[in-house]
């Protein structure tokens, strides 16, 4: 399988959007009552990621992977509010291509580039109920460094635990 990894484009931000509303209605199925994803459409995100990446793009960085033209996962890095640290604030897979490596490759590629961002370590945030996510991270040498918060998910408040992974 040929999985092509590249810097996103202008016409990236929609179609991640779409890919995003489907990985999140997945991973958080035991999670939040999926009605909370109805009113909350791939539209809806499409629209988010395209204003998020108009403001943030000489900032931040999108990878996608794509194969033969279709977009199967994100990441998604940047600055971090957290001193000392460069975020990885996204990382998903189309359901369909979960398990098939993409995810790790994302994350490699993502440990790789956030080291540009000048931080002693890398950290992201994952909802405290999502062991499948937290089993990936720690399985790419990811650990939870105790710093906690509750953050809405589709207005439901959650908890999170922040990851770190140290960087260079």
Known sequence: MTVLLRPAQDSDPAPVGALH???????????????????????????????RWR??????????????????GFSYIGPSETPGAAELYALHVDPAW????????????A?????????????????????VARRFYESGG???DGATRVAPVNDTPLPQLRYTHPLG
């Open 21 to 51: 509303h489907r990985s999140r209605a997945a991973a958080y199925a035991g999670l939040l009552d999926p009605a909370t994803f109805a009113g909350r459409g791939p539209e809806m995100l499409a629209e988010w990621w395209t204003e």
């Open 55 to 72: 403001w943030e793009r000489e900032t931040h960085r999108m990878t996608v992977a794509e194969q033969d033209g279709e977009l199967i």
């Open 98 to 109: 979960v398990g098939t490596g993409i995810g790790r490759q994302l994350m490699i590629k």
């Open 111 to 131: 440990l790789g580039d956030l080291p540009r961002y000048q931080a002693d370590r890398a950290v992201l945030w994952v909802l405290e109920g999502n062991k």
């Open 142 to 144: 990811w650990q939870p």
